[in-house]
């Protein structure tokens, strides 16, 4: 019964800022990474950012020093921030919850998406 929740998506101009919201229906310490992908159409979903456990980030090369991703453990959110945006950005991004790796039962779990366009 674990949910993943994403919100914050929409229509901005080239230039603007979104801030995406992931919201767990549990302990967001409870998974060992959190990650958001994407998704445009007639391309592969690629890794847009993601944290770990302990608090160790990674992006994609197309994001980096426009994207940010944190986390509110009180809230049991992760936030992607991202500035900057570009109408190469436009797709449907995707919050990625994976648990269970260090007892061996591995559990993945995907959020419904969230439209981002970026267009003038």
């Known amino acids: 019964q674990v949910q993943l929740v994403e919100s914050g998506g929409g229509l901005v101009q080239p230039g603007g800022s979104l801030r995406l919201s992931c919201a767990a229906s549990?302990?967001?310490?409870?998974?060992?990474?959190v990650g958001w992908y994407r998704q445009a159409p007639g391309k592969q979903r690629e890794l847009v950012a993601g944290?770990?456990?302990?608090?160790?980030?990674n992006y994609a090369d197309s994001v980096k020093g426009r994207f940010t991703i944190s986390r509110d453990n009180a809230k049991n959110t992760v936030y992607l921030q991202m500035n900057s945006l570009k109408p190469e950005d436009t797709a449907v991004y995707y919050c990625?919850?994976?648990?269970?790796?260090?007892?061996?039962?591995?559990?993945?779990?995907w959020g419904q998406g969230t439209q981002v366009t970026v267009s003038s």
């Open positions: 944290i770990n456990l302990g608090g160790l980030t």
């Open positions: 990625n919850g994976v648990a269970g790796i260090s007892t061996g039962r591995l559990n993945e779990y």
């Open positions: 549990k302990s967001i310490l409870s998974f060992n990474v």
